[in-house]
């Protein structure tokens, strides 16, 4: 009978001691990811487990969070610029109104995270 991590491709080599061992390789990319990257981690934990053993075991879990993390800050950036131009928020409102250019890009940034969250973070 095999074991999950044989039926996954996983494979043992057998120690020194008698004890059998997998064979385990660091993952090559290194983590960069941020806010973005750690809110997907905790998702593909609790809610995709199956995912988060695959990417995990197969050494593309750091590459799969880091490219979640770029593409979610990029996505921020974009919807924020776009949203900003479309409801006229801009220097002149921020120079004669500052409370009122702070509070609509709060809003502004809250839309977009929303956005941002349904497509990249909480999707498969």
């Known amino acids: 009978m095999k074991s999950f991590f044989e039926e996954m491709g996983g494979t043992y080599t057998l ?5 059998y061992y997998p064979d385990l390789a660091l993952p090559e990319e290194e983590p960069h990811y941020g806010k973005y990257g750690r809110m997907r981690l905790r998702h593909l934990k609790e809610n995709h487990k199956v ?4 990417l995990l075991l197969d050494g593309e879990l750091v590459k799969h969070l880091n490219e979640v993390d770029d593409s979610a800050n990029q996505r921020m950036e974009l919807l924020t610029l776009q ?9 002149d409102l921020k120079a004669r ?5 702070v509070g609509a890009m709060n809003n502004i940034r809250n839309a977009a995270e929303e956005i941002v969250l349904s497509e ?5």
């Not at 949203?83 to 220097?91: D, K, P």
């Not at 109104?97 to 250019?101: G, M």
């Not at 990249?120 to 498969?124: A, E, F, T, V």
């Open 15 to 19: 120690g020194a001691d008698g004890m």
């Open 51 to 54: 995912l988060y053993t695959t």
């Open 83 to 91: 949203m900003q131009e479309r409801q006229g928020i801009n220097e």
């Open 97 to 101: 109104n500052q409370r009122a250019w």
């Open 120 to 124: 990249l973070i909480y999707s498969i």
